[in-house]
C-alpha cells in the first residue's frame, strides 16, 4: 500500500512527500458479470433462510433498479435481514462468504482481476466500492487483493444481531465517493491522496467516476454509455 510522510511537505530544500494514488472499482456489472444483491437473494431462498414473499419484495425492488425508477438502497436489504434476526452478524457473515465462494466466484471477470494487478504494478491502492452488504465486499476484497473495501453496513443490536437498518449511508451512488473521502482522508489525510482510476459499469457511478484523473466506463448500460460519450471517457469491455 502507498504511504504518505505527513512531515514531509513544507520543509525548505525537500520535495513534497507524493500522494497516494487510488484505483477504485465498483463490483456488481464490473468486477463481477451479476449483481450480487439477485443471486444472494436466489441462494437464501433456495437454502431456506427467507420467506418467499422478502425474495418477491427484493425482485420487484430491482425491476425499479433496472427501470431507473425511484427504489429505496435501504429498505431492500431490510427485506433480508429481518428474516436472519435468528443469526448473529458473525454467523451472517459466514453465511455471505459460503455464498460468495459458491456462487459468486464464478461470475468474475478475468479481465477485470488483470486490471486489479495492473493498477498495483503501477502503485496505486487498490479500494473495492460497493453498495453490496459489508460481509459479501469483505469475502469479495480477500479473494481479489484489494488493499481495502468499503461498503454498506448494517445496524447490530446488544445482541449481536443485525437490525435490518443501515448503519449510516448505502454505499451506492454520490455516497461511494463520500465514502472513498472520508476512507482515504483517515488513512492518508486530507490533500494527500488522489482517485487516479475508477472503473464502474452503471450510471449511478458517475460521481465516483467524475472524481478520477482517469475513470472508465466498464460494459456500461445505456445511460451510462451516453454520459461516456459525453464526458469523452473510455469504454471497456471485460466480457
Not at 14 to 25: D, E, G, H, I, M
Not at 35 to 50: A, C, D, E, P, W
Not at 57 to 71: E, F, I, K, N, S
Request: glycine share 8%.
Amino acid at each position: 500500500m502507498a504511504s504518505v510522510d505527513d512531515n514531509s511537505s513544507g520543509r525548505r530544500g525537500q520535495s513534497a512527500a507524493p500522494k497516494a494514488r487510488l484505483a477504485v472499482f465498483d463490483y456488481d456489472g464490473t468486477i463481477i458479470s451479476a449483481q450480487s444483491g439477485t443471486q444472494f437473494t436466489k441462494y437464501l431462498l433456495l437454502h431456506g433462510y427467507i420467506k418467499p414473499m422478502s425474495a418477491l419484495r427484493v425482485v420487484l425492488w430491482g425491476a425499479r433498479y433496472t427501470l431507473h425508477l425511484p427504489h429505496d438502497q435501504a429498505a431492500v436489504r431490510g427485506y433480508l435481514v429481518r428474516d436472519l434476526d435468528h443469526l448473529t452478524r458473525s454467523q451472517i457473515f459466514e453465511v455471505m462468504a459460503r455464498f460468495h465462494d459458491d456462487v459468486l466466484k464464478r461470475f468474475y471477470r478475468p479481465a477485470a482481476l488483470d486490471q486489479v494487478a495492473a493498477c498495483r504494478e503501477d502503485g496505486c491502492v487498490c479500494v473495492l466500492v460497493s453498495a453490496t452488504f459489508h460481509g459479501i465486499a469483505r469475502a469479495a476484497a480477500e479473494y481479489i487483493g484489494m488493499d481495502a473495501f468499503l461498503a454498506t453496513r448494517m445496524v447490530v443490536d446488544d445482541r449481536g444481531h443485525m437490525t435490518g437498518a443501515v448503519d449510516g449511508d448505502v454505499v451506492e451512488g454520490e455516497g461511494k465517493i463520500l465514502a472513498v473521502t472520508e476512507w482515504a482522508d483517515g488513512r492518508f489525510g486530507e490533500g494527500n491522496w488522489v482517485v487516479e482510476y475508477a472503473f464502474g459499469d452503471h450510471h449511478s457511478d458517475e460521481e465516483m467516476l467524475s472524481a478520477a484523473q482517469h475513470p472508465y466506463a466498464v460494459d456500461p448500460g445505456r445511460t451510462l454509455r451516453s454520459i461516456a460519450r459525453r464526458r469523452d471517457w473510455p469504454v471497456l469491455l471485460w466480457e
